[in-house]
């Protein structure tokens, strides 16, 4: 059949009369390959139809679904890195920075924000991939920090959406501080009995598992998401034997203990105002009433 075969061979058009495919138009699923239009995969919240694949997204895509109508006040937006330590890898550190920026339009690889979610007030960070990796720097960890107070502060429910690489090379010391500080400040927040949790997606790799990830009074994951600390490549090469598998992916992970529930991205918003609605109570109660119910009455 012509219509199928090439039966001219050397065809040659030239530059000028080649026709562009605008970009963006249709997703094709990497997992199963299945093809939608770009604004039906953007409706289902970027998960696959056919086999439940969740695309990484950016924070300004969670902060659109999670907050009613998409209304929230962003903390700390401004909120830009130094270069403490003079940093130059294949590029001096500022540079990558103010490229990043350009290219990304992000400040950082972390949002914060408050706003109402489902009716109920919520303090939601969540992490950039496309931002250095994700990686935990100074900015992060600050802006973290501050969305924790914030959180204390108003007795309102934090929620943490982890999207990292790990630590950031160009930041060295100062990235690793910020575990010990987001660490401080959960803590704090634990004491004050304000719900936090903690959304792990993926990747989840590095510092960030091992600080502010792993320490939510609820750690969930969305489905697929690679959760570890150092890389399956690393590990492998370290004990030199085959992993099990499904190694670190979030069910993996679930099934040893390390995680409360996996969900799906387009129930995330319902299960968290179910979850949230519970721990309501704990919430309004003043931490001098839950301490007087944790404290045994002691006789005299
Ligand atoms: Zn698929």
């Known amino acids: 059949m012509a219509w199928f075969k090439r039966v001219e061979k050397g065809i040659v058009t030239p530059t000028d009369q080649k026709k562009e495919t605008p970009d963006g138009l249709w997703h094709k699923c990497p997992e199963c390959k299945t093809v939608v239009t770009m604004a039906e995969h953007k409706r289902h919240r970027c998960v696959c139809g056919s086999c439940t694949h969740h695309d990484r997204i950016d924070a300004?895509?969670?902060?659109?679904?999670?907050?009613?109508?998409?209304?929230?006040?962003?903390?700390?937006?401004?909120?830009t890195s130094g270069d403490p330590l003079r940093f130059v890898d294949t590029k001096e550190y500022p540079k990558r920075l103010v490229a990043t920026e350009h290219n990304t339009g992000l400040k950082d690889a972390v949002r914060t924000a408050h706003g109402l979610s489902t009716g109920q007030p919520l303090v939601v960070a969540a992490m950039d991939f496309k931002f250095i990796g994700g990686s935990m720097g100074s900015v992060v960890g600050e802006k973290i920090a501050r969305a924790i107070d914030y959180a204390r502060q108003n007795r309102t429910p934090f929620l943490m959406i982890s999207r990292s690489g790990g630590a950031r090379m160009m930041e060295a010391g100062y990235s690793l501080m910020q575990m010990?500080?987001?660490?401080?400040?959960?803590?704090?927040?634990?004491?004050?009995?304000?719900?936090?949790?903690?959304?792990?997606?993926?990747?989840?790799?590095?510092?960030v598992t091992a600080s502010f990830a792993m320490l939510g009074d609820f750690n969930i994951a969305e489905p697929g998401a690679l959760i570890g600390f150092a890389g399956p490549r690393v590990i492998k090469e370290t004990i030199g034997k085959d992993l099990p598998k499904g190694f670190q992916s979030a069910e993996f992970v679930l099934e040893h203990g390390f995680l409360d529930f996996i969900v799906d991205r387009r129930e995330l918003k319902q299960r968290l105002a179910d979850l949230l609605g519970m721990l309501q109570p704990v919430v309004a109660a003043a931490p001098g009433q839950r301490e007087a119910r944790r404290t045994p009455i002691k006789a005299h």
Do not use: C, I, M, R
């Open 180 to 207: 010990a500080k987001t660490s401080a400040k959960l803590a704090l927040l634990s004491e004050a009995g304000v719900p936090y949790v903690s959304l792990l997606t993926d990747p989840t790799t590095g510092g």
């Open 60 to 79: 300004a895509d969670y902060f659109e679904f999670l907050f009613d109508d998409g209304q929230f006040t962003e903390l700390d937006a401004n909120l």
